[in-house]
């Protein structure tokens, strides 16, 4: 169904459902546009995360996703990049086929079920996917982030927020409403318990804001240093055990549940867990596991 809507978005509207910040969804374009006449609407099913309150175009989700694991793939081949024996080449090309294959194939699956739940129209999550792997691809080159002080990251954060505040106030002067989407989600859900402060663009700029704070915060700790910059942070079984204790510490954090009742305690609480988890990740997690080997060192020596 949502195809069919999209079929008739291209052939009859113009009114920026394609534009970034400015796209549509299609669970409540169905409801609004003019090209339907009586009562022929499509019925475009809801489901309890197709509210979603921002615009359409690019697709959070699809760009989330394929920017992290475009990462994670370019990361691991880079490993076994570089060597020239046969057996090494068709190692590689085997490794290349199989993890370029698990990226397209969670590609197309989480494209498809935001199609699915009218989320999106398959242009804004192609959009979605592109712009993921482009993004990944800049910060790839930009070794930079790594080794910023906090001092850098802390300005990045102030230029990020306050141009975002600019750029909203502004548009705001000239009769542009940036969060124009929010109302319309409003609107057309067909369950009010489905609209969730999570989804507001304000919300996902907290929490941007927030992560990058937090790794500043993580990478130039004395933890970080002692752990990850020591000698314990070149070893394998080392990086390892952090991936694991890093991965079941993440889950815990699945359990806090922030109020949203209030949104200035919301935004606050937002920005603090957002912090909170690459700090986990970067600093607390290499420095218990460091903490933890050491001992096992000294009676191995
Ligand atoms: O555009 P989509 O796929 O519906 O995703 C929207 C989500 O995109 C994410 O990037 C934002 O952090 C979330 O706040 C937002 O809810």
């Given at each position: 169904m949502v195809i069919t809507a999209w079929k008739d978005w291209s052939v009859h509207s113009v009114d920026g459902t394609f534009?970034?910040?400015?796209g549509h969804r299609p669970y409540w374009w169905v409801q609004e546009t003019m090209i339907y006449p009586n009562q022929s609407t499509p019925c475009l099913e809801q489901f309890?995360?197709t509210c979603e309150?921002?615009?359409g175009s690019?697709s959070?989700?699809a ?45 197309i699956?989480?494209c498809i079920s935001r199609v699915f739940i009218a989320t999106h129209f398959p242009h804004q999550v192609i959009l979605g ?55 319309k989600?409003?609107?057309w859900c067909a ?111």
């Amino acid at each position: 169904m949502v195809i069919t809507a999209w079929k008739d978005w291209s052939v009859h509207s113009v009114d920026g459902t394609f534009g970034i910040l400015f796209g549509h969804r299609p669970y409540w374009w169905v409801q609004e546009t003019m090209i339907y006449p009586n009562q022929s609407t499509p019925c475009l099913e809801q489901f309890p995360i197709t509210c979603e309150t921002g615009p359409g175009s690019p697709s959070g989700h699809a760009m989330g996703s394929s920017c992290v694991w475009y990462v994670m793939v370019t990361a691991a081949l880079s490993y076994t990049v570089g060597q020239t024996n046969k057996s090494a080449v068709t190692l590689y090309r085997v490794t290349w086929s199989f993890l370029w294959s698990v990226f397209w194939i969670i590609q197309i699956s989480v494209c498809i079920s935001r199609v699915f739940i009218a989320t999106h129209f398959p242009h804004q999550v192609i959009l979605g996917v592109i712009a993921g792997m482009l993004v990944a691809e800049a910060f790839e080159h930009t070794p930079a982030i790594q080794t910023a002080s906090l001092r850098t990251y802390i300005k990045t954060n102030l230029f990020l927020l306050i141009s975002a505040l600019s750029f909203y106030l502004i548009l705001k002067l000239i009769d542009i409403d940036l969060l124009w989407s929010v109302p319309k989600a409003k609107k057309w859900c067909a369950n009010p318990d489905w609209i969730n402060i999570d989804t507001t663009p304000f919300a996902g700029l907290v929490r941007n804001l927030g992560a990058l704070f937090g790794l500043g915060l993580g990478i130039n700790s004395e933890m970080f240093i002692r752990s990850c910059k020591g000698k314990n942070g070149y070893k394998i079984s080392f990086r390892i055990l952090c991936i694991a204790a890093s991965l079941a510490t993440l889950q815990l954090y699945d359990f806090i549940k922030i109020p949203t009742h209030t949104e200035y305690l919301f935004y606050t609480l937002s920005f603090c867990k957002s912090a909170a988890i690459p700090l986990t990740v970067v600093a607390l997690v290499p420095y218990c596991i460091h903490l933890l080997m050491k001992p096992t060192e000294k009676k191995l020596n």
